[in-house]
């Protein structure tokens, strides 16, 4: 029905212009079109049904009244939908800005903060694994020092106990001498040369032995004399000997004690850098789930802020064709509702009583 009314008045639209013609010029020119051909054709159904004008009159004014509301109700929806853009926008755009700052602070965090402590720590933790290869090559030159420390305590004691037994040699040998034969002497001497091999030049005891042998070289040992002089510079000799070994080996003990205790110190403090190390990892791998947790955040802020602006855009999109449909039905509306105010106008000044198709 309200097809036919729009046809109806936009032929009589067309036919205000000629309402000062005659009837039969008006209907030649409704004919020349289809919306006017359409208008005589529903005159002359509506004249043929008997119908009156003000029944035309009520239908075109209700289509008028239809009109109104349908542009009030269409201007009311684009507003509610302007708003409810303009609200979008506003959330859209805050969303936007906030995934922005949350962006630029975690890349700021990031390197500003997290990076330079990793680096601080993988450094101190480097510094540290060099303290303990150094203290482990320190625990190995003290081993290899007290080792040859220990090798040349043994020579020495060594020594001086083959230098003890040929003084015990000798001693011997001079209880049995009475009116000593040459070949007595000859071993006896031979003793002291034997004693005399087994000391360094160098040690304390070599005075003794040179004033020893100097002294038996120019004995015969007929002399008791002599010969106690010999005995007692031999125990002498024997008391030196001893007196050295016991020194060696309270040294031996000394030098002992202070390598373990060096060694206890070296081990504590490579332990002390391995906890160090330890307590670092730990700080090490807390700081890389850090950087690891606000990396992903930060990508994550970074495709909200991808994904808001896609929204954003697609919205004004949106809003931009809806806005030309607006336009485009109101425009309608508007070419609608003249039409109709033109055509009742029309309707309630022209006779429609000889119109015939």
């Known amino acids: 029905m309200r097809i ?19 009837p039969q010029k008006l209907q030649s020119e409704l004919q020349k079109t289809n919306y006017g051909r359409a208008l005589l054709h529903l005159v002359e159904l509506h004249s043929m049904a008997g119908g009156s004008v003000s029944e035309l009159l009520d239908a075109i004014e209700e289509l008028v009244n239809d009109l109104e509301d349908g542009l009030e109700l269409l201007d009311f929806n684009f507003q509610r939908r302007t708003n409810e853009h303009n609200s979008l926008l506003v959330q859209l755009n805050q969303q936007i800005q906030q995934a922005q700052i949350d962006v630029s602070r975690s890349d700021d965090v990031i390197e500003n903060l997290l990076i330079p402590r990793k680096e601080q720590l993988e450094l101190r933790i480097a510094t540290l694994e060099e303290y303990q290869e150094q203290n482990r090559q320190k625990v190995d030159e003290e081993n290899l020092t007290r080792e040859q420390e220990h090798e040349a305590y043994e020579a020495q004691v060594a020594e001086l106990n083959d230098a003890t037994a040929a003084v015990d040699d000798a001693l011997s040998l001079l209880s049995t001498l009475n009116n000593p034969s040459l070949a007595q002497v000859k071993k006896f001497q031979n003793s002291l040369k034997k004693i005399e091999s087994s000391i360094k030049p160098r040690s304390k005891m070599a005075p003794f032995l040179k004033a020893l042998i100097t002294l038996a070289s120019n004995q015969n040992f007929s002399d008791q004399g002599v010969l106690s002089q010999i005995v007692d510079s031999l125990n002498e000799f024997r008391n030196a000997i001893v007196d050295s070994i016991n020194d060696l080996s309270l040294q031996e003990v000394q030098d002992q004690e202070e390598f373990e205790a060096r060694i206890e110190q070296l081990n504590a403090e490579y332990a002390e850098f391995q906890r160090q190390i330890n307590a670092l990892n730990v700080d090490l791998t807390a700081t890389l789930e850090k950087i690891d947790q606000v990396t992903a955040f930060r990508d994550q802020r970074a495709a909200d802020q991808t994904s808001y602006e896609q929204q954003l855009q697609l919205e004004n999109d949106l809003y931009a064709d809806e806005v030309q449909i607006y336009n485009d039905t109101k425009n309608e509306f508007q070419r609608e509702q003249a039409i109709s105010e033109q055509a009742l106008q029309l309707v309630q000044s022209v006779d429609f009583s000889n119109i015939q198709v």
């Not at 036919?4 to 005659?22: D, E, G």
């Open 4 to 22: 036919v009314i729009l046809i109806l008045l936009i032929s009589l639209a067309t036919c205000a212009k000629l309402k000062s013609q005659s």
